[in-house]
């Protein structure tokens, strides 16, 4: 990669700040639904007293959410990478 000294000078953000926020943004996907998942299905289970059929199709569901999530944002990721390469 290859970064010019102007480029770097017109830039008011610090260098680091968009990487920060790309871990922000997957680590939230990664979490968040499989935190969802679990609480939800734990409380479905003691509701209906199922345990552990909601608590493991709500996690599987969860993660299944955080993948293509993931898969999403990389490819968004990876086209705002190739587009500042040209």
Known sequence: MNIDNKDVKNNKEPWWQPAMLVFARVSAW???PVLIGTFLGRWLDDRYNTEPWFFLGC?????AVSMIALIKNVKEEYKKIEKNNQ
């Open 30 to 32: 990664i979490v968040a």
């Open 59 to 63: 996690v599987f569901v969860a993660f």
